[in-house]
């Protein structure tokens, strides 16, 4: 069994606006493994991106513990959880965030210049199928290109682990599959820990690992036989 990168212990996260309460978390017991993709399967509001972004150090819990390796998150100051997301973790959203005024390559940049160990962003973008798309512009690359430059962004500190938050969500099937497949290949190739949030069943089968949601519960972990290629998926 591979370590856990990720572990929590009965998370819970509530929200008060006014006089109304939300659970979003209720209890939730997960692991995250070295090395694996794990698709959190669920529909809105399920409680999915809350714990991705207390994972991720961009929220914390109301209760409960959540560790990174051997580290208590909710034990970290302000700059210790700058320094762990700089370092650790890679984002990638369903909307792009890419900067306008600059290139594809000036893009991945940004997080190159303040990464420990990067890799090239020429070498980010050759692993997402945009070497020929480098000194592109956002607006002359499509959505799914655009999609696969912050996936390049995101890969390019080499971090321990890819929070992805519905990166398929604004895209068609057909472009879908192609951040799908740049996903995939970083996962393979680099052993990155993969958490990808989404919404629709048919992706699940390109996981290690299926972790179902319910009402801020986990109401299902199972594991994939085998993994079915991003390539072999549709919806």
């Given at each position: 069994?591979?370590?856990?990168?990720?572990?929590?212990?009965?998370?819970?996260?509530?929200?008060?606006?006014g006089e109304v309460t939300v659970d979003a978390l209720r209890g939730i017991d997960v692991e995250l493994?070295?090395?694996?993709?794990?698709?959190?399967?669920?529909?809105?509001?399920?409680?999915?991106?809350?714990?991705?972004?207390?994972?991720?150090?961009?929220?914390?819990?109301?209760?409960?513990?959540?560790?990174?390796?051997?580290?208590?998150?909710?034990?970290?100051?302000?700059?210790?959880?700058?320094?762990?997301?700089?370092?650790?973790?890679?984002?990638?959203?369903?909307?792009?965030?890419?900067?306008?005024?600059?290139?594809?390559?000036?893009?991945?940049?940004?997080?190159?210049?303040?990464?420990?160990?990067?890799?090239?962003?020429?070498?980010?973008?050759?692993?997402?199928?945009?070497?020929?798309?480098?000194?592109?512009?956002?607006?002359?690359?499509?959505?799914?290109?655009?999609?696969?430059?912050?996936?390049?962004?995101?890969?390019?500190?080499?971090?321990?682990?890819?929070?992805?938050?519905?990166?398929?969500?604004?895209?068609?099937?057909?472009?879908?599959?192609?951040?799908?497949?740049?996903?995939?290949?970083?996962?393979?190739?680099?052993?990155?820990?993969?958490?990808?949030?989404?919404?629709?069943?048919?992706?699940?089968?390109?996981?290690?690992?299926?972790?179902?949601?319910?009402?801020?519960?986990?109401?299902?972990?199972?594991?994939?036989?085998?993994?079915?290629?991003?390539?072999?998926?549709?919806?």
């Open positions: 069994m591979p370590a856990a990168v990720f572990k929590t212990e009965a998370l819970t996260k509530r929200y008060r606006t493994l070295a090395g694996e993709l794990a698709v959190l399967l669920g529909p809105s509001g399920s409680g999915k991106s809350t714990l991705l972004n207390i994972l991720g150090g961009l929220d914390s819990a109301s209760g409960g513990r959540a560790l990174f390796r051997d580290t208590d998150l909710a034990a970290l100051g302000e700059g210790a959880l700058t320094a762990f997301r700089r370092d650790h973790v890679g984002f990638i959203f369903q909307f792009y965030n890419l900067i306008p005024s600059l290139t594809a390559r000036e893009n991945v940049a940004l997080v190159t210049e303040i990464a420990r160990d990067p890799m090239p962003p020429e070498e980010a973008l050759e692993m997402v199928g945009l070497a020929d798309r480098m000194d592109h512009f956002p607006a002359q690359l499509s959505g799914g290109e655009q999609q696969r430059v912050a996936v390049a962004r995101a890969i390019a500190k080499r971090p321990a682990v890819l929070l992805c938050d519905e990166p398929t969500g604004a895209l068609d099937s057909q472009t879908g599959i192609l951040v799908l497949q740049a996903i995939e290949r970083v996962n393979q190739e680099l052993g990155t820990t993969t958490a990808v949030i989404t919404h629709n069943a048919a992706i699940a089968a390109m996981a290690d690992r299926v972790i179902s949601f319910l009402d801020g519960r986990i109401n299902e972990v199972r594991v994939n036989p085998s993994r079915t290629p991003a390539r072999e998926i549709s919806w």
